[in-house]
């Protein structure tokens, strides 16, 4: 068993540079290295990097440097097994209208060399839920239809990672479910699922792991209870009457932060510290508390400040 599903090391990608179409670097160097059997969350805002990266580690786009492993195999050194050891479900809706959704998997599984014999044509189709519509024109199916569809393909050459970019944009919460429920059967068999999505709560719920990407880079990596455990911070900002004194007694866990105007500002979190605590140290340091407000945290708070580019200047009270 492999420790690592993907290994990514200062990987860079530029499109363009031509005369027509200017320079842009997707890729600015990351290194990324993903568990195997995990479910691992790719975060970031549209244009980041993210299907790029993705479309890099299927085999899809090509890099412009740096070195990429897919299940242990070396991209420019085992083309053929990298790319066998990887299945993607892409965001764009791409498919032959005139394929049915049998056809459509049995052409796939032609495409990556897969045996008549090895074929599990059937098995997919009851998996992704259109065995009913198995011989069905692919024009005639819904869109919730075709997304599973594309699942399916990704399917066909028995990956053992599979790669499901904004697999729930614009989807109802019925197929999101269903879709759901397909990815968690399918890392339950061992499957490593790489997911993008630009739903915070989503990734929550089904990452083991989540890393931000934002221009380029990877600017946060993590397990997603630490994130979500860096969440759970709140400040709460006291302006003391006149100047606060140089030594204030804290409670365990809470930090203080003197910030411009005097105000200070105490970081803690909401689960293991009450408010209290805070305002009856601030009291026994011999504060006179002018005015009181707090900031809380959210994941999108997070996200916001790792994915904007300057920091949010703190207001003097
Ligand atoms: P994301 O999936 O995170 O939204 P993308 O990887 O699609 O981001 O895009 C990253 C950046 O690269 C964007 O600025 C995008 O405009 C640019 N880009 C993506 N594909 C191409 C392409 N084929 N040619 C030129 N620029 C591209
Ligand atoms: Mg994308």
């Known amino acids: 068993m492999q420790d690592h599903a993907i ?57 412009t440097s740096g070195r990429v492993r897919i299940w242990g195999f070396d991209q420019d050194v085992n083309p053929r097994q990298s790319r066998a050891a990887i299945g993607v479900m892409p965001q764009e809706l791409n498919m032959d209208p005139f394929f049915t959704p049998r056809a459509a998997l049995e052409v796939q599984a032609g495409l990556y060399g897969v045996p008549a014999s090895q074929r599990r044509t059937d098995e997919i189709l009851e998996l992704i839920g259109l065995s009913d519509k198995a011989d069905a024109y692919a024009r005639s199916l819904s869109g919730g239809m075709k997304r599973r569809l594309l699942l399916g393909k990704a399917l066909v050459h028995h990956p053992q990672i599979l790669v499901l970019d904004e697999p729930t944009a614009g989807v109802d919460i019925e197929l999101r479910q269903m879709l759901w429920q397909n990815v968690r059967k399918l890392n339950e068999r061992g499957m490593t699922i790489i997911l993008t999505t630009h739903y915070l709560e989503e990734a929550e719920q089904m990452c083991d792991e989540i890393a931000i990407i934002n221009r380029g880079e990877v600017v946060v990596r993590d397990k997603t209870s630490a994130l979500v455990d860096r969440m759970d911070g709140k400040t709460l900002l006291i302006t003391p009457e006149g100047p606060a004194p140089a030594q204030i007694a804290l409670p365990e866990g809470v930090t203080l932060e003197r910030r411009a105007g005097g105000t200070l500002a105490f970081t803690y979190k909401r689960r293991e510290t009450p408010a209290n605590a805070v305002l009856d140290a601030v009291r026994a340091a011999g504060i006179t508390i002018r005015d009181v407000a707090t900031e809380e945290a959210h994941l999108e708070d997070v996200f916001v400040a790792l994915t904007t580019s300057r920091p949010t200047p703190v207001e003097a009270a």
Do not use: C, Q, W
């Not at 790719?42 to 085999?59: Q, V």
């Open 7 to 63: 290994e990514i090391e200062k990987l860079r990608k530029t499109y363009g540079g031509t005369k027509r179409t200017p320079a842009h670097e997707a890729l600015k160097g990351v290194d990324l290295a993903i568990p195997a059997g995990s479910i691992f969350g790719l975060l970031g805002p549209n244009g980041a990097g993210k299907s790029t990266m993705i479309n890099i580690m299927a085999g899809l786009v090509r890099k």
